[in-house]
């Protein structure tokens, strides 16, 4: 797609369609990075996006124990350690 640079002040700009704005999910923000044949535009990326999500499925929830490593063991630990 070819646009063509715009005054903005005394820089330049270019106006992106909505419709590529949305697909691609720029908001109001956009990661700029000068690449070896020109730039990239990339869609901001939150930070620690998803993270509550994997907390919930990883920790267990207080109050709650979980046993099961009371049962691991190993040969050691059944016949020859005493406490």
């Known amino acids: 797609m070819r646009v063509k640079l715009?005054?903005?002040?005394n820089s330049k700009g270019i106006r992106l369609p909505k419709a590529l704005i949305e697909d691609i999910g720029f908001k109001d923000e956009v990661e700029l990075q000068r690449t070896k044949d020109g730039l990239s535009l990339?869609?901001?990326?939150?930070?620690?996006?998803?993270?509550?999500?994997?907390f919930?499925?990883?920790?267990?929830?207080?109050?709650k124990t979980d046993n099961a490593w009371l049962q691991s063991g190993n040969k050691f630990d059944k016949e020859e350690w005493t406490w």
């Open 6 to 9: 715009i005054d903005i002040g």
């Open 42 to 54: 990339m869609a901001v990326k939150e930070t620690r996006a998803g993270w509550a999500e994997q």
């Open 56 to 63: 919930k499925k990883v920790f267990i929830p207080v109050g």
